[in-house]
C-alpha cells in the first residue's frame, strides 16, 4: 500500500522550540511570577491550617483577608487557582434591615450552661461556642471549626462564646449586638451590683422561670447527678453564709484557679434572679473537684459531708493565696477560724483506777492551735430496748456535748488525758461536726441520738477563757443558728446475708432571713420547715453565726 505525500514539506513547517523540560529553563530569562515562592504567604498559609484545626478564629477579623489581597500571589492576578482560606469571606455586620435575621431560632429552653464546657466532637475545652438553638458545645468558629460546619449541615446559626459571652452568626461570621440576648449573656455568667448583693438578705425577692414556675434566688434545689447528695448540702450551707456569698459573687476571680472560679460561678448562679430554670447543676464544680482530690470526691461515689468540707475549704483557702502558718490570709480562715488551748498530760501507772482522767499535780504540757471546726463527741447510744420493746432514741442537748470545751471536762485520748478551751476572740461562724459515725476493723456503727438546740441565742460564753482585754468578763456571746446539714439514713431491700442495707440521705436546713423562715433542701426539693422542729432530725453538721451587737447589751428571744 502506497503511503500517503505529505501536504506540506517539512522545511515549510515554521520552527519550533521543543517542549520545556520539567525543570524551568533559566538561561537568561526570569521565571513567571505564578512559579515564585513566597515564603511569608507560605508560611501564613501553614499557621493559617494548623490554627484552624485547633479552632480559633483566624479570618473573622479581616486582616487575613486584606493581606491575601494584597500579595502578589492572589486572585486573578497570579492565574491559579484560589485556596480555600483565601476565597472565604466573613461579613463584619449583617446586611442592612437584616440585623434580627436567625434570632428567632434560638430556643431558650434547652440551653443549660451548668455543665463543663468541652466540645461535644472534640472534647476540648479552648475556645468552646454554645449553639443556642439546640444546645450543644463546639470548638472554634473559624471556616474549618465544629461550629461553623453545625451551622451548614444542621442549619443553626446563632452562637454565643462562653468566655467573652459575643453572640456570632454562623456561617457569614458577623456578631449579633441585640440587646435581646442579654437574658442569654446573664444566664451564662450571671453577676449582681453590690446594692443588689446587699439587698439579698433584707429583701423578699420572688422570680419566674421561662416555664412560669415560681422559685426564691438562694433557696434553689441542686441536681443530684448519681450520689453527690453530700456536696449538694455542703454547698448549700456555704452559699448561705454571707461574707463568703458576697465575696465570691463580688470579687474578680478571673485570675484564680479553676475550683474557686467555678464555685464562684455556681454560687452566683444559685442566687440568681433571672434564671432559666427553678434548678442548678454542679457538674462542673464537681469535675474539678474530682479531678483535683484524685477522685476522693466525685459524682459516682457518696462521701461524708464534713471529710468533704474539709478538703474543701482548705483547698480554697490554698487558691485564694492563703498561708499555711500565717493565720487569717484569706476569706475562708477570717470567717470560721478560731484558736484553742489543749492541755494534755500523761495517764501515768499510779493514776487513780476509778478515775483515770483527773489531772494529777505534774507537768502539764500547754499548747495553743487553730482550728476551724469544732467536733463534739455524742453519749453512748443504749444498747437495749425498753419494756415495749421498741428502741429508746437518747436525746441530749445541745449545751452538754458543748461541755468539753469549759476547760474543767477531761476527755482521754490514747494514753493522754486533755481539756479544750476556747479563746477569744472567736470567729464570726462556727461549725461544729456532731460526731454520730465510728468505724472499726469489721463494720462503721452510728449513733442515732438526736440533738436539742435553739435556732437563736446560744450562749458560748461559758466555753470561752475570759479575756477582759478582748471581751467584758460576764457578757453573753450570742450565736444564731443558718445552716443546719442532717442525715436520715434509709433502709434499702438487700438480699445478702447481712440482710438490709441503710442508705444515707443528706439534707440542708437553712434560713431565709428576708423572710425570717427556714426550709429544708434535699437536691431538687424545696420546702419550708418549722424551727421548732429542726432538731428532731439527726443533725450532722451546724453553722452558727455569732450576733452583732453593741458591748454591753444582749439580746435573746
Not at 166 to 193: A, T
Not at 236 to 258: G, T, V
Not at 381 to 390: N, T
Not at 412 to 437: D, G, S, V
Request: aromatic residues 10%; glycine residues 4%.
Amino acid at each position: 500500500m502506497a503511503k500517503r505525500p505529505a501536504e506540506e514539506s517539512l522545511e515549510d513547517v515554521t520552527a519550533a522550540d521543543s517542549p520545556a523540560p520539567k525543570k524551568t529553563r533559566t538561561n537568561g530569562h526570569e521565571p513567571s511570577p505564578h512559579q515564585k515562592t513566597d515564603s511569608s504567604t507560605l508560611f501564613s498559609n501553614v499557621l493559617r491550617a494548623r490554627n484552624e484545626r485547633n479552632g480559633y478564629d483566624i479570618i473573622v477579623e479581616g486582616e487575613e483577608l486584606k493581606e491575601a489581597a494584597a500579595s502578589p500571589s492572589s486572585g486573578a492576578e497570579a492565574g491559579v487557582e484560589e485556596s480555600a482560606y483565601t476565597t472565604t469571606t466573613r461579613q463584619e455586620a449583617p446586611v442592612e434591615g437584616y440585623t434580627d435575621l436567625y434570632l428567632d431560632t434560638i430556643d431558650r429552653s434547652v440551653l443549660d450552661f451548668d455543665f463543663e464546657k468541652l466540645c461535644s466532637v472534640t472534647l476540648s475545652n479552648i475556645n468552646v461556642y454554645a449553639c443556642l438553638v439546640c444546645g450543644k458545645y463546639y470548638q472554634g468558629r473559624g471556616p474549618k471549626s465544629h461550629a461553623y460546619f453545625h451551622a451548614l449541615e444542621v442549619g443553626h446559626h446563632v452562637y454565643v462564646n462562653m468566655q467573652t459571652k459575643r453572640v456570632y452568626v454562623l456561617p457569614e461570621g458577623y456578631e449579633v449586638k441585640s440587646k435581646s440576648l442579654d437574658d442569654i449573656k446573664f444566664v451564662v455568667d450571671p453577676r449582681l451590683s453590690k446594692e443588689d448583693v446587699l439587698q439579698l438578705d433584707r429583701e423578699a425577692k420572688d422570680a419566674w422561670d421561662l416555664g412560669g414556675r415560681k422559685y426564691t434566688p438562694g433557696f434553689v434545689g441542686m441536681n443530684n447527678i448519681k450520689e453527690n447528695d453530700y456536696f449538694n448540702a455542703i454547698i448549700q450551707a456555704l452559699a448561705h453564709i454571707p461574707p463568703l456569698r458576697n465575696f465570691f459573687m463580688l470579687e474578680d476571680l478571673s485570675k484564680r484557679s479553676e475550683l474557686v472560679q467555678r464555685f464562684s460561678v455556681l454560687v452566683r448562679k444559685m442566687w440568681n434572679t433571672r434564671a432559666f430554670k427553678t434548678h442548678v447543676s454542679p457538674h462542673e464544680l464537681l469535675q474539678q473537684i474530682s479531678r483535683q482530690s484524685n477522685k476522693r470526691f466525685d459524682l459516682l461515689r457518696q462521701s461524708d459531708p464534713v471529710e468533704f468540707l474539709s478538703w474543701f475549704l482548705n483547698n480554697l483557702h490554698l487558691a485564694l493565696g492563703g498561708s499555711k502558718i500565717k493565720p487569717g490570709t484569706s476569706i475562708i480562715q477570717r470567717v470560721f477560724q478560731g484558736k484553742l488551748k489543749v492541755e494534755s498530760q500523761q495517764i501515768t501507772a499510779r493514776a487513780d483506777a476509778g478515775d483515770r482522767l483527773r489531772f494529777e499535780d505534774a507537768e502539764v504540757d500547754q499548747a495553743i492551735i487553730p482550728y476551724m471546726m469544732l467536733t463534739l463527741d455524742l453519749p453512748a447510744a443504749p444498747l437495749f430496748q425498753d419494756e415495749l420493746d421498741k428502741n429508746i432514741i437518747p436525746q441530749v442537748p445541745l449545751t452538754n456535748i458543748l461541755a468539753k470545751y469549759d476547760g474543767l471536762k477531761p476527755q482521754e485520748h490514747m494514753n493522754q488525758r486533755k481539756r479544750y478551751r476556747l479563746l477569744h476572740p472567736l470567729p464570726p461562724y462556727l461549725l461544729f461536726h456532731i460526731k454520730r459515725f465510728s468505724k472499726n476493723k469489721f463494720v462503721q456503727e452510728r449513733n442515732p441520738t438526736i440533738v436539742t438546740f435553739p435556732t437563736r441565742s446560744l450562749d458560748m460564753s461559758p466555753y470561752v477563757e475570759p479575756n477582759p482585754k478582748l471581751y467584758p468578763p460576764g457578757e453573753p456571746i450570742w450565736y444564731d443558728l443558718v445552716a443546719n446539714v442532717t442525715h436520715e439514713a434509709v433502709r434499702t431491700r438487700d438480699d445478702s446475708v447481712e440482710g438490709e442495707a441503710e442508705r444515707k440521705v443528706w439534707r440542708c436546713q437553712v434560713i431565709d432571713r428576708a423572710r425570717e423562715e427556714w426550709l429544708e433542701i434535699q437536691d431538687l426539693y424545696v420546702e419550708r420547715a418549722a424551727a421548732e422542729t429542726l432538731f428532731t432530725k439527726e443533725s450532722y453538721l451546724m453553722a452558727w453565726e455569732r450576733r452583732k451587737e453593741s458591748k454591753g447589751k444582749s439580746r435573746s428571744s
